[in-house]
């Protein structure tokens, strides 16, 4: 059974930047593209960022682009967020997810296999 489990969230200022990390467990991971989502209160979940098994290859939604960047440690089972810049608006429960099948960027909801439990970010102006 897949385990996925996030940590870094926590309040910052705006401008300010967090590391979120999420160890996963249970499959073997380097053979599954992983991604961050996020959901504010009262908005549906949505896509942050994806990343490729072997790391090369990442996607970004545009409200990021530029400020976070995603990365991964295949012998460590663990996926990273780096956000920088941080906005009043990035504030969200973050959740990272896997892939559905083997081998695909995560980009969408459709593409996700399973969900952590999620770290909340709070950014202060």
């Excluded at 967090?18 to 992983?34: H, I, N, V």
Aim: hydrophobic letters at 30%; one cysteine or more.
């Amino acid at each position: 059974q897949v385990q996925l489990v996030e940590s870094g969230g926590g309040l910052v200022q705006a401008g300010g930047s967090l590391r979120l990390s999420c160890a996963a467990s249970g499959r073997t991971f380097r053979t599954y593209g992983m991604g961050w989502f996020r959901q504010a209160p009262g908005k549906e979940r949505e896509f942050v960022s994806g990343i490729s098994v072997s790391g090369a290859s990442t996607v970004y939604a545009d409200s990021v682009k530029g400020r976070f960047t995603i990365s991964r440690d295949n012998t460590k089972n663990t996926v990273y967020l780096q956000m920088n810049s941080l906005k009043p608006e990035d504030t969200a429960l973050y959740y990272c997810a896997d892939g559905r099948t083997t081998f695909r960027i995560v980009t969408t909801t459709q593409h996700v296999g399973s969900w952590g439990k999620g770290t909340q970010v709070t950014v202060s102006s």
